[in-house]
């Protein structure tokens, strides 16, 4: 059975730092592609950061280029994504997801072609 689980969310103050993990479990990441999502309440889901596993080539929304970075661990099975300058904005249920073509099909904002999904976990940022 595929799956992922979030974990390091919590609640911090504006210009701190997280990191979140994903691992994975009933599959290698060594081909997907793993994908950062984020909701925030009232919102659509949006893609944070997406990489390839197999390159290690990665793709940021613009708001957080410069402050998150995603990172993969194949050996671990896990999948990071360090936030830094944390803003009020960046409050939302993060999930992450991955896609068995490898790609991460960035397009207006959205990661698409990703097959398997966590729950998420919550990152509150107060002002």
């Known amino acids: 059975e595929v799956q992922l689980v979030e974990s390091g969310g919590g609640l911090v103050q504006a210009g701190g730092s997280l990191r979140l993990s994903c691992v994975a479990s009933g599959f290698t990441f060594d081909d997907y592609a793993i994908a950062w999502f984020r909701q925030a309440p009232g919102k659509q889901r949006e893609g944070v950061s997406c990489?390839?596993?197999?390159?290690?080539?990665?793709h940021y929304r613009d708001s957080v280029k410069g402050r998150f970075t995603i990172s993969s661990d194949i050996a671990k099975n896990t999948a990071y994504l360090q936030m830094n300058s944390l803003k009020p904005e960046d409050t939302a249920v993060y999930s992450c997801a991955v896609g068995r073509s490898g790609q991460c099909s960035a397009y207006g904002g959205y990661y698409y072609a990703m097959d398997y999904w966590g729950k998420g976990t919550l990152v509150t940022v107060s002002s």
């Open positions: 990489i390839k596993s197999s390159s290690g080539g990665t």
